[in-house]
């Protein structure tokens, strides 16, 4: 079982940002692949971006150029930062990894997931 903390989401207008965090144990971090997944009231978990063990990072269309993912191996953190904020992004946001494919999806049964934290943009 690996544990996954996300904070970091809460209420936003329009336009502003959020920086969302996850607290994984350290050794995720070189060895095992990384994203985030966000789901909105009655549609299915949407990936949002995703990092793999060589760093190399993937982006939705609909966020590429305002969202940024990174981590901190010091600290045992993933990041999202979120700029430019629509009331489109509203959903929860989860973080998650996966060690044996390197692929976090939500039909694969070796991906974990944490708690999910709320973002909500207002117009």
């Known amino acids: 079982q690996v544990q996954l903390v996300e904070s970091g989401g809460g209420p936003v207008q329009a336009g502003g940002s959020l920086k969302l965090s996850c607290a994984a144990p350290g050794y995720i971090f070189n060895s095992c692949g990384m994203g985030w997944y966000r789901q909105a009231p009655g549609k299915e978990r949407e990936l949002v971006s995703s990092?793999?063990?060589?760093?190399?990072?993937n982006y939705a269309d609909s966020v590429k150029g305002r969202f940024t993912i990174s981590q901190d191996n010091a600290k045992n953190m993933l990041y999202l930062q979120m700029n430019s904020l629509k009331t489109e992004d509203t959903a929860v946001y989860f973080c998650?990894?996966?060690?044996?494919?390197?692929?976090?999806?939500?039909?694969?049964?070796?991906?974990?997931w944490g708690q999910g934290t709320q973002v909500t943009v207002s117009s």
């Open positions: 990092i793999s063990v060589d760093g190399t990072t």
């Open positions: 998650a990894v996966d060690c044996v494919t390197g692929r976090p999806r939500p039909e694969y049964e070796s991906t974990y």
